[in-house]
C-alpha cells in the first residue's frame, strides 16, 4: 500500500506540499492549472476550480448575499476597523456558500474563496468609471483600509478564510476606453508616493496571497507581463511570495493592442517569465506551444503551478479547516443585514444643511420624495455586487419612516439620463409633475446622481456589465433642468446625491437647504438614509475624495501626474474638500499634546487629542491628522493625511483620544523615488476636516496645529 502522499501531510508547509503535488503532475497538468478555470487533475485528488471570483462589498455574481455599501461609501466611514469586521463577514458568506456549493458539486465560475478584491488603486480624477471600487483619492487611507479589508478578508486562523487580490497593479485608474492599450508616463515621484504605497503596504503588512496585474502599460510595459513590477518591485524588493493573476484578457492584449508582441504563445511567455502566474483569460492555453518554441522552460510553468497549489492548500482545499462547518445559514443573515445598514448609515456624508435636517415628522403635513434615483434598485447595489433578498430604495426608507401620518408623495421627475421617461412623450414629461408635488408639500427631497450603468467598467470580454467614464461633472440628461425647476417652487430642498464620485453641484450647494452624499449605500440604503434624515441617527461620513467646482480646472484625464489633482495637490479651493463632512452635533477638541517637541530619522510620534460632544444626543466624530514637512522641496504642495480614528460619543460625553504618526509620515519622496527625511519641521495638524481654509469655513471650525522639529 502507498504511503500517504506528502502534498497530504498538514505538518509540512504549505509550500513543501506544493512542491509535492507539482512533482506528481506531467507537464501539460501543471500548464493547464495555469488558467483561472483550472481543470480537474483527477489522479492526485485535484478537483476543478475556478479561480475568479468577487467580494468587493459582499460576494458578488453568485446569487443571494448582503450588499454592502459601495467600496467608496465603506471609504466615506473612515473606519478601518468596522471595514476589517465588514471584510469578515464577506469571507464568512463566502465561505457558507462554498461550502454549501461545493456538497453539490457546484464549482462554477464567481462560487470559489479567491476573491479579486479589493480595488486599490487610487481615484485621481472623477472622472473615471471605476473610481467608486476603490476607497479614494488619498494613498493613506487606501492603505490602512486595504490593509483592514485584507486581514479581515484572509482571517487570522491556521488557514485562510478567503484569499484576498490587491488590483490593479499598477498605475491604474482610466481612461477606461483606452485601457487595452494606454500607456501611463508616471514620475519616479508620483509612483512612489502616490500609486505604490497601498500595494506595498497589501504585501509587506497584510500578507495579501495575491496581486492583479492591470490592463495598461506603465513605463512601456504592460502590467501582467512587466519585468519593473513584478519582477524587480512586487517579488524583489517587497519579497511577494503569493501569486499573480492577470485581468481578464489582458495578456491577449500583449499581441492585438499593445503590440509588444506578435503571437500568443510570445504574450503567454512574456506574462509568465515576469512572474504572472495565473491567467484571466484564454491566452495560457497557447502555454505549450511557447514551451515547444523553446519560449519558457518547464521550470517557469512549475514555479508558476506551484505558487497556485500553494494558495490551494493554504485556503485549506485538501483538508479538514475550522471554516468548513459555517453553515448556509449564515449567508444573508439577519447580523449581517444590521452590519451593512449601520455601513450604510457611517458611510452618507452631509455636506450642507441650513438647519432643515433633522426633519421632524410631527411638524409635518406632506413631503415630496422626487427624482431619478428616488426608487431606484440600481444605485443601491453598484457593480461588483451580489443578489439582496430585500432591498429599500430612499422612496422606500422614506415611506416607511414618514408614517402613516404623513403624506409622502412621489414623481421620477425625469430619465436618469435622457430627456423623457416615456419614449411616445414630449421631453420634460415628468417635470411638470415634480413642480406640483413640491408646492403641495412642505419639504422636498431630490434624489439625483448616477449609476452603475452610467459610470463603471468597460465592456469587453472581460465585463459584461459595460459603463464607462464620465465625459464631465454635470449632471446627466435633465436633471440639472429639474434641480432648478423644483428648487424654484420656494420650498425647502434636501438633495441626496447618489454617485459613486464627485459631482460638481454648485447651483445645489447655493440654493438648496440640505444636500447629502449617499454613495451606492447597499441593498438597505434607503432605510439607513431616511433614518439620517429623521434624526434617529447623524450622519457621520466624510469624504474621500475631493469634490471639485467645475470640470476645467482638472488636468487631461490621460495626464497621470498628481500637478493639481486630489486634496494633496490641487491648486483651486474645491467646492467640497478630503475630509469633509458635517454632522448634527457639535464637537470641541482641546488639548492636544505630543510626546515629542522634535525627532530624529526612523521616530514616529504619539499623542492625545481632548474631544468633547456639546449636542444634545449621541453623536459619532472622525478625527483627522495631517502633517506637512516644511524645509524640503520634496513635500506635497498642501498636506497629508497621516491618521484618522472615528469617535463615538454620548451626549455632553469627553474623550481622550490617542495620536500615532509613524514614523513614514514624516518621511518625503525626492525626484528618484525615494523615501527619505528631509527638512527642518514637521506641522502637525489635528481636526474634523482638513486643515484648509474651505474645510474651516464650511465646518467652522479651526484645526489644532503644533509644529515639531524635525533633527
Known sequence: MENRPSYLDVNLTPEERAKDLVSRMTLEEKASQLKYDAPAVKRLGVPYYNWWNEALHGVARAGTATVFPQAIGLAAMFDDAFLGQIADIIATEGRAKYNEQTKNEDRDIYKGITFWSPNINIFRDPRWGRGHETYGEDPYLTTRLGVAFVKG????????????????????????????????????????????????????????ESVMGAYNAVGGEPCCGSKTLLKDILRDKWAFKGHVVSDCWAIRDFHTNHMVTSTAPESAALALKNGCDLNCGNTYLHMLQAYEQGLVTEEDITTSCER??????????????????????????????????????????????????????????????????????????????????????????????????????????????????????????????????????????????????????????????????????????????????????????????????????????????????????????????????????????????????????????????????????????????????LTYGDVNLTDLKLDQDEIRAGEGLKGTVVISNESDGEIEEVIQVYVKIKGTEYEVLNHRLCDFKRVNLQKGEKKAIEIDIKSDSFKVIDNKGNKIFDGNEAIVYVGISGPDTRSQALTQKEVLTKKVLIK
Open 153 to 208: 478578508l484572509q482571517g487570522d486562523g491556521a488557514y485562510l478564510k478567503g484569499a484576498a487580490c490587491a488590483k490593479h497593479f499598477a498605475v491604474h485608474s482610466g481612461p477606461e476606453g483606452e485601457r487595452h492599450s494606454f500607456n501611463a508616463i508616471v514620475s519616479d515621484k508620483d509612483l512612489w508616493e502616490t500609486y505604490l504605497p497601498a500595494f506595498e503596504a497589501l504585501v509587506k503588512e497584510a500578507d495579501v
Open 308 to 581: 497556485l497549489m500553494t494558495t490551494r492548500i493554504k485556503l485549506g482545499m485538501f483538508d479538514t479547516t475550522e471554516y468548513d462547518t459555517i453553515p448556509y445559514e449564515l449567508n444573508d443573515c439577519k447580523l449581517h443585514h444590521e452590519a451593512a445598514l449601520e455601513a450604510a448609515r457611517k458611510s452618507v456624508v452631509l455636506l450642507k444643511n441650513d438647519g432643515v435636517l433633522p426633519l421632524n415628522k410631527d411638524k409635518l403635513k406632506n413631503i415630496a420624495v422626487i427624482g431619478p434615483n428616488a426608487n431606484s434598485r440600481a444605485i443601491l447595489k453598484a457593480n461588483y455586487c451580489g443578489t439582496a433578498s430585500k432591498y429599500i430604495t430612499l422612496l422606500e426608507g422614506i415611506q416607511d419612516a414618514a408614517g402613516e401620518d404623513v403624506r409622502v408623495f412621489y414623481s421620477e421627475g425625469c430619465h436618469l439620463y435622457k430627456d423623457r421617461v416615456e419614449p411616445l412623450a414630449f421631453p420634460n414629461d415628468r417635470i411638470s409633475e415634480a413642480v406640483s408635488i413640491a408646492r403641495l408639500s412642505d419639504v422636498v427631497v431630490l434624489c439625483l446622481g448616477l449609476d452603475a450603468d452610467l459610470e463603471g467598467e468597460e465592456g469587453d470580454t472581460g465585463n459584461s456589465y459595460a459603463a464607462g467614464d464620465k465625459p464631465d461633472l454635470k449632471l446627466p440628461g435633465l436633471q440639472q433642468k429639474l434641480l432648478e425647476k423644483v428648487t424654484e417652487v420656494g420650498k425647502p430642498v434636501i438633495v441626496l446625491l447618489s454617485t459613486g464620485s464627485a459631482m460638481a453641484v454648485d447651483y445645489a450647494d447655493e440654493n438648496c437647504s440640505a444636500v447629502l452624499q449617499t454613495w451606492y449605500p447597499g441593498a438597505l440604503g434607503g432605510q439607513a438614509v431616511a433614518q439620517l434624515l429623521f434624526g434617529k441617527y447623524s450622519p457621520s461620513g466624510k469624504l474621500p475624495v475631493t469634490f471639485y467646482r467645475e470640470t476645467d480646472v482638472l488636468p487631461d484625464f490621460t495626464d497621470y501626474s498628481m500637478k493639481n489633482r486630489t486634496y494633496r495637490y490641487i491648486e483651486n479651493e474645491p467646492l467640497y474638500p478630503f475630509g469633509y463632512g
